[in-house]
């Protein structure tokens, strides 16, 4: 499976963050991937949804319209 077609699939998915941060690590499908906040101000607990990537980093949104029970929720150890 190539990478582009990895991150493609990451396209939709939430997660709450861990810290307050703009930059942090996420474990999707078992992989890891750094992610950048580019869009409202992140907060320990806020959900971010990703909404795009480039060959080195997921981009993300604060959506705190979204909850852990939306299909697309990873959880984030």
Same mark, same amino acid.
């Given at each position: 499976? *190539?990478?582009?077609?990895?991150?493609?699939? @990451?396209?939709?998915k939430? +997660?709450?963050? $861990? %810290?307050?941060? +703009?930059?942090?690590?996420i474990? !999707?499908?078992?992989?890891?991937?750094?992610?950048? /906040? %580019? #869009?409202? !101000?992140?907060? $320990?607990?806020?959900? &971010?949804?990703? !909404?795009?990537? *480039?060959? @080195?980093? &997921?981009? /993300? %949104? /604060?959506n705190?319209?979204?909850?852990?029970?939306? /299909? #697309?929720?990873?959880?984030?150890?």
């Amino acid at each position: 499976m *190539s990478g582009e077609y990895q991150m493609h699939k @990451t396209i939709g998915k939430c +997660f709450r963050s $861990k %810290t307050d941060d +703009f930059n942090g690590m996420i474990r !999707i499908y078992g992989s890891p991937y750094m992610y950048r /906040v %580019t #869009n409202g !101000i992140p907060e $320990k607990g806020a959900m &971010l949804e990703v !909404i795009d990537f *480039s060959s @080195t980093e &997921l981009f /993300v %949104t /604060v959506n705190n319209y979204l909850f852990e029970s939306d /299909v #697309n929720y990873i959880d984030n150890p």
